[in-house]
């Protein structure tokens, strides 16, 4: 166990994302390699073994990470679980060793030791970063070197590890223990239920707050230059992108606000901007249900990390980019992203209307339906502030006229959404008496448009415009014809 590793994390990334089951792990301890032609003899009582020792050497000194066997074994066991579903990629070439060679398919290790390893990696990595702040104040540039090397091994592992357990969390729950697991018959049976019930997300999210609480050392003293730096934080934000992927953790609040965490800290304060405006592009072009998080991801950023400008830049390349209707699922994932962001962000988004706007002569109606919603957003917003200058009642005016273009709009779902936005409007306390005449107007004549939707929702309007009057002050709620009729013949 005396010698110390040389790491490159230039050259292990590279295999590890090329294959990590090519990455040598020579150092290994003896027992474990004596199973890479020998699945079966993988057992639990063996693999436990091991990384009890390896759990006490960490705990007593985070810095035992370095020594070549520690770290050559943790690289092992965790070359013995799959870092994609065999669904996602083709497996790259065959492998001599028949247990790595199992274990692109199917995890070799019980989800109990994937647990064990995760909570090392992470533990290890957070008492590292303690004692890396405490030194910070007191030594130079040189003094880092080895600290900078720990770190790149934890976060790597780390890396790894989740990479690991989203495999699987996204496997079906009926999935059988893969063959050549190792234990015997009567501890399979007995350790199937713990498999099938293990929920990650709370060892995750102790992960993910390792993650911030590393990012907020001073990095700019322990990687001297810009490129390691970034290489490092992506060691990061590249597990928490994998997280986001998966439409069952986006909905476990508490993890979408730590990943978010992790994002905003890396953005802010280590110049991950460009590289979060690439994968939020992407994941909204891949990813429908990340239309709504990404925008909440953004609105974060903006109020609480003061960065708005991340924003600035997605909007102004969606906004630049041709659409067309053949790209369903990224039109309707960039199209309720607009709209979410509008809800959330109005003042990020009406900075960027004169190019949003465009989208108006899109070809693709779900974009339309959006700009749409997006410029009723708008309007609320713009209505509710409680000073107004000439600035805004001119902006108020321009969205009020785009909507009322609206009505004519070639595709029927876009004429709808001009009426239930219009809807939405009137409930607001800022009645625009002179607009709801026009838009009684328009209403009225939707009533004979050759869709029987927008039949249907003007009628639903006409009855919305009625019902919410700006009369009721002066002669209450309900209008008496009678009444009325008597002033006028008075």
């Not at 533990?123 to 004692?131: I, K, N, T, W, Y």
């Not at 004549?445 to 009625?466: F, P, Q, T, Y």
Request: aromatic share 6%; glycine share 4%.
């Amino acid at each position: 166990m005396g010698s110390q590793i040389d790491f490159d994390i230039n050259d292990a990334l590279k295999k590890y994302l090329n294959d990590p089951a090519t990455i040598a792990s020579p150092e290994a301890d003896r027992a474990l390699q004596d199973c890479e032609n020998d699945p079966d003899s993988l057992s639990s009582g063996l693999v436990n073994g091991v990384l009890d020792g390896i759990i006490d050497a960490i705990a007593e000194n985070p810095e035992a990470l370095a020594k070549g066997s520690i770290f050559d074994s943790l690289q092992f066991l965790l070359k013995c679980a799959p870092t994609f579903l065999p669904t996602q990629r083709s497996p790259p070439s065959e492998l001599h060793s028949e247990l790595f060679q199992l274990s692109r398919s199917a995890s070799q290790l019980p989800t109990q030791t994937l647990s064990k390893l995760l909570d090392l990696v992470a533990s290890g990595l957070s008492s590292e970063a303690d004692v890396i702040h405490s030194e910070l104040e007191t030594e130079d540039q040189d003094a880092f070197r080895p600290h900078r090397q720990l770190l790149e091994m934890y976060a790597f592992l780390l890396q790894w590890c989740i990479a690991i357990v989203e495999v699987k969390a996204a496997e079906k729950p009926n999935a059988g223990p893969a063959k050549g697991r190792g234990a015997g018959k009567g501890a399979k049976a007995k350790g199937a239920p713990k498999d099938g019930s293990w929920d990650s997300s709370a060892q995750l999210q102790a992960a993910l707050d390792t993650m911030c609480k590393t990012l907020k050392l001073k990095l700019g003293k322990i990687f001297i230059t810009t490129s390691e730096r970034d290489t490092f934080v992506g060691l990061f934000t590249r597990p928490v992108y994998l997280i986001l992927e998966s439409e069952q953790r986006i909905k476990i609040t508490a993890l979408r606000m730590h990943a978010f965490k992790v994002l905003c800290i890396a953005i802010k304060h280590h110049g991950h901007a460009f590289g979060a405006q690439t994968s939020i592009i992407q994941n909204l072009s891949y990813f429908e249900h990340l239309a709504e998080p990404m925008a909440e991801l953004l609105h974060i950023l903006s109020e609480q990390y003061d960065y708005p400008q991340l924003t600035d830049e997605v909007l102004r390349e969606l906004s630049s980019k041709e659409f067309n209707n053949n790209d369903t699922r990224g039109l309707k994932s960039i199209s309720s992203f607009f709209v979410k962001l509008s809800e959330l962000a109005p003042r990020l988004v009406i900075k960027q209307m004169m190019l949003l706007i465009k989208q108006l002569d899109s070809e693709a109606y779900t974009l339309r339906c959006a700009i749409i919603g997006v410029c009723g957003n708008l309007i609320i917003d713009l209505s509710k502030q409680e000073e107004r200058n000439e600035n805004s009642k001119t902006q108020i005016n321009a969205f009020f006229d785009l909507l009322e273009e609206r009505f004519l709009d070639t595709n029927p779902y876009c004429r709808c959404r001009t009426i239930q936005v219009f809807m939405k409007l009137c409930d607001l306390e800022q009645k625009f008496p002179k607009r709801r005449q026009a838009v009684t107007e328009l209403a009225t004549r939707s009533l004979e448009d050759k869709s029987s939707n927008v039949r249907r929702n003007a009628i639903k309007l006409l009855g919305k415009l009625v019902s919410t009057h700006p009369f009721s002050v002066m002669h209450g709620g309900q209008l008496s014809y009678k009444e009325w009729d008597e002033r006028l013949q008075a």
